[in-house]
């Protein structure tokens, strides 16, 4: 007990003689810590109001604008196909593809199709018209055609005995292995050509001009190629605005001498509503007679070659133009037909038998892309078969087309003319399809998508011809030396 005692006084005592420091030092560092605490407490406030001024900004965004709130991004377009960065004219290096894109029912493999040797195609692009070997040897060759203006309205025609008839400022006719053009007519600097016509056998030839600037007289002008005259004439301003079809094809002793008129609606494209027939015999007298009423959308669209069958549509409609420029304006611009009628044209005076539907009419459809629509259709050589091209295009931009050719074959004529239901012979996914001449009764060509093509509508086999890397329309195939 002593001992507890003397320690605890001990204790006492160095109490007493040491200063009491440490009760003050821990003080001061708690209200140190204190001080720090509400200082850090204060910065970590004022943080938290900084970010939440900030984000309370995009909340709202975010709840009055959800849809603002994806990534943004540059539209682009998408095409189904690819096209070339800008069509160039006939590249003379190009070698034909080794597929052509013209594929048989049900994809049926099929072999390459072997062309006859000895042909040349001649076709027109952009102002110049060009000939190239069958075979695809050798580069396409320009046809020397002073003169020449490309015109969709007015094609050129090859004549029975192998000389090109074609126009531009003028009508001119020369021999496509070299000889100079003959000028048969001069065209006034004032006026445009809007159609062109020969007959059958060659003899005949027919065009019509109307003033460039749209206010003048219209002229129709025909007779033998050595001497043609002119026949008709009208104001501008009055129409039907005649321009000439055809020749009819009379096998009788009135042949070549009655034109088949249409309506060009004051219009200098490719455009033809209605049909009409001028007597030729009493020029510059006779009066057009009405066949089919140009005050309809329906017109004429081919003639048999030697025959007096005729195929038109009852019923044309203006079908979207691609934006992805597939198709060139003069095309884009022009009314389709969407029906296929066909009728024999006899008696005199000329008239209609009863016609014959190929394809019917549609109307009011409520998806734009259900539409069909018919280009280029042509007779057989022996004129007892019909082709045609059907596309149908998207019901958006940038209304891409898909095409598909069909066949149909005919027989009688008169009142007893029957035509067949149309055969799918192939279908294709170029975006222009078109139907050319003919090789021989089996074998046609066809132009898709910067190619020319050849096929055999028997066997359905395709031929590459040549790449013309931008729109060629075909307008005839001849035998080397076999003119």
Known sequence: MTQQITHTAERNDEDEVKPHISQPLSLQRTRNSFTGIIILLVLISMLLLFSTSLLIPNLVQVITHPGQQGAKSTPTTQFAHTLPASPTPTDQNATPTAAPPIFSPNNIAIPPLQLPAGREI?????NNIYMVSSTGDGSPQVITTPGYIYNQAVRPVLTPSGQLLYSGDGIYLTDIFGDTP???????????????ALSSDGSMVAWSTEPASGDGIIDIYAGPLTAPDKVFEQSSTTCPCFRVFAFMNDPAKHSNSTLLLTDGQQSHEAIQFGLWTLDLTAPLSATPRP???????QGPLA????????LYSSYEGQVPTPTDGSVPDDLAILKYANSLKVTTLDGHPLTMDISQTLLSE???????????WVSTPV???DGHTIIYSEFSTQ???PYDRASALFMANMSGSGKQLRVSQAQLLATSNVRLLELGAWFDNHILTVYGDGSLYAMDIQSGAVATIVQTGAYARIIAVVGVGKI
Request: aromatic residues 8%.
């Open 182 to 196: 003959e000028k048969i007519a001069s065209l006034a600097p004032d006026l445009v050509i809007t159609s062109m």
């Open 379 to 381: 007779f057989s050589v």
């Open 395 to 397: 019901s958006q931009p």
């Open 303 to 310: 003639l048999s070659p030697y025959g007096n069958v005729l």
């Open 291 to 297: 066949l089919l009423d140009g005050n309809s959308p």
């Open 122 to 126: 001649i076709y027109e692009q952009q």
């Open 362 to 372: 549609q109307h009011e459809l409520r998806n734009s892309a259900n539409y069909h």
